[in-house]
Nanobody, 124 residues
Framework: QVQLVQSGGGLVQAGGSVRLSCAAS????????MAWFRQAPGKEREFVAA????????VYADSVKGRFTISKDNAKNAVYLQMNSLKPEDTATYFC?????????????????WGQGTQVTVSS
């Protein structure tokens, strides 16, 4: 079992930066691949970024590539999402997710542990 607790987020101006954190409880954190998803009001949850268990492989949605960076610190049982050059369309509730069994980085159905969500609002 893994419990995920998120922190960070808030209100930021367009062009600004925000860092999200996701702290995991449980054992063998390095065996879990992790991801960030987001959901805007009235829209479906969408993939943002993912990282392999060891932290060496990363995958990004085209909409955030070059602006967002996902990282994983297995010593601290944490995963981060550094978001730079934020745009109003990045406004959403962001969720971290974890899975021990790889199915697909981009498919939310492949993750069985979820954080509580944190709001990021980007003003223009």
């Amino acid at each position: 079992q893994v419990q995920l607790v998120q922190s960070g987020g808030g209100l930021v101006q367009a062009g600004g930066s925000v860092r999200l954190s996701c702290a995991a409880s449980g054992r063998a954190f390095s065996n879990y691949y992790m991801a960030w998803f987001r959901q805007a009001p009235g829209k479906e949850r969408e993939f943002v970024a993912a990282v392999s268990g060891g932290g060496g492989d990363t995958v990004y949605a085209d909409s955030v590539k070059g602006r967002f960076t996902i990282s994983k610190d297995n010593a601290k049982n944490a995963v981060y999402l550094q978001m730079n050059s934020l745009k109003p369309e990045d406004t959403a509730t962001y969720f971290c997710a974890a899975s021990r069994i790889f199915i697909s980085y981009r498919d939310a159905a492949g993750y069985n542990y979820w954080g509580q969500g944190t709001q990021v609002t980007v003003s223009s």
